[in-house]
């Protein structure tokens, strides 16, 4: 039983016009067709142009075309893992973050704190400004430490133990000491700082007993200068950034018998 539904095809006849209605046409070729591909052979048959092609061409096909010029100046590896953008990867490549400070100063190593600091122990009779304990750092007093125990065992005394047990027992002595007397107060990683600062006269002693015996009248006097020289140095540091200059003497005291310890140490 045929059917009365009209059969729609791609090929037309040479005679037959687009758009006419044979045996009920629904208009589905109604519309003329625009474009330049449209290609009419000579054996009668008319073929429609495709627009299929057209998509892939465009430029709105990719959603994120890549770079004309590339990458210029960016850690950017093979694998296309961008290690300049702050992400997971940054850790990984040597460009490190756009903020991001220096390592030294992130380990809280300063060497130009080191230098000012260690030059106002160097000079005691200069005025110490009360900002210089700011930053409190540890680098140059546990140095300080290091080299006095390396002079020490050039010297044939091994007092690591001794060196590191006594310093930590003076910095909470002298803590609590000076929180006690002052109304401000100090914390304790300042209090450390300034008694290892100021041990660099004490680690300059035991670098001299290294080629000097310290037991004769010159050792003997090279020792209480040395000691003097550290108390004046610290006390006049703890005076000024707690503001109880009228004090010293008797901050001058604890910390005096602080580094006697370590004298002790380098004469015997």
């Not at 093979?78 to 940054?90: R, V």
């Not at 020792?223 to 001058?252: D, K, N, P, Y």
Request: negative net charge; aromatic residues 14%; glycine residues 14%.
């Amino acid at each position: 039983m045929a059917s009365n539904q009209p059969v729609h095809s791609v090929l037309f006849g040479n005679s037959q016009p687009q758009g006419t209605n044979t045996g009920g046409n629904t208009g589905y070729y109604d519309s003329p067709v625009t474009g330049t591909n449209t290609n009419t052979g000579g054996d009668g048959l008319q073929f429609y142009a495709s627009s299929y092609g057209d998509q892939y061409s465009s430029s709105s096909y990719y959603a994120n075309p890549p770079p004309a010029g590339g990458p210029t100046g960016e850690m950017q590896g093979t694998s296309g893992f961008d290690y300049s953008s702050g992400s997971f990867w940054s850790a990984f490549g040597t460009g490190g973050f756009a903020d991001e400070p220096p390592l030294l100063e992130e380990l809280g190593i300063n060497f130009e704190h080191i230098k000012t600091k260690s030059l106002a122990v160097l000079n005691p009779f200069r005025i110490v400004p009360d900002n210089i304990m700011d930053d409190a750092d540890m680098a140059g007093p546990l140095l300080f430490m290091l080299l006095f125990g390396v002079f020490l065992m050039l010297s044939g005394k091994v007092h690591f133990g001794y060196i590191y047990g006594v310093g930590l027992l003076g910095v909470v002595s002298i803590f609590l000491i000076l929180n006690l007397m002052s109304g401000n107060g100090i914390d304790w990683s300042r209090t450390a700082s300034v008694l290892g600062y100021c041990l660099l006269p004490m680690v300059m002693l035991s670098g001299f007993s290294v080629v000097l015996p310290l037991g004769g009248f010159v050792g003997l006097l090279l020792t209480a200068v040395s000691i003097l020289w550290c108390t004046f140095s610290s006390s006049g540091m703890f005076t000024s950034v707690l503001h109880m200059s009228e004090q010293r003497f008797l901050v001058a005291y604890p910390v005096g018998l602080f580094y006697a310890s370590f004298a002790l140490m380098t004469v015997f």
